[in-house]
């Protein structure tokens, strides 16, 4: 097993009893150090700085003495995934409701629509002038569209 495999296995009870979800852990060489990047997520919520900092302080001690780290030092970075991030599992979809999201369909053009209502397999989609439903299945690759100048609809 990897040390990402391994530093995975340890660290999803840590992170999970915080109240987060461990979306992702690699181990990078650089130089004569180690990155270790730990990207953390909520259910339904952006973690606030704070709330990562804390994150961070418990997965640092763990790692400390943590025996497989070896000699070589690491860098530590405990992250949210960025807006960048595609969309991949339905909790990723319902966090983001209300948003607008471009869409790679697995057959078809690429199109943008705000996120309005989530299932398990489905997502239901505002277009200009239209809804669409979406099976999840049928979405190559979704994003999400950041932005700036927003209207709130009243």
């Known amino acids: 097993m990897s040390l990402a495999a391994n530093l995975t296995e340890l660290l999803n009870p840590v992170v999970t009893r915080a109240g987060f979800v461990l979306e992702e852990v690699t181990v990078t060489p650089v130089g ?5 990047s730990v990207v ?5 919520s952006n973690p606030s700085l704070d709330e990562v900092t804390v994150v961070s302080k418990e997965i640092s001690v763990i790692l400390d003495t943590y025996s497989q780290m ?8 405990v992250t949210t995934p960025g807006v960048d991030r595609p ?13 607008l999201v471009k869409i790679t369909p697995k057959q078809g053009d690429k199109f943008i629509g705000r996120i309005s209502e989530v299932s398990e397999n489905q997502v239901k989609l505002e277009l200009e002038k239209e809804l669409l439903t979406v099976d999840l299945g049928d979405v190559s690759r979704a994003q999400i569209e950041v932005e700036f100048n927003r209207k709130e609809v009243k």
Request: charged share 40%.
């Open 32 to 36: 004569k150090r180690r990155l270790v």
């Open 87 to 99: 969309l991949t599992l339905p909790r990723h979809w319902k966090k983001n409701i209300g948003r």
């Open 70 to 77: 070896g000699e070589m030092p690491f860098t530590l970075e």
């Open 40 to 44: 953390i997520d909520r259910e339904n």
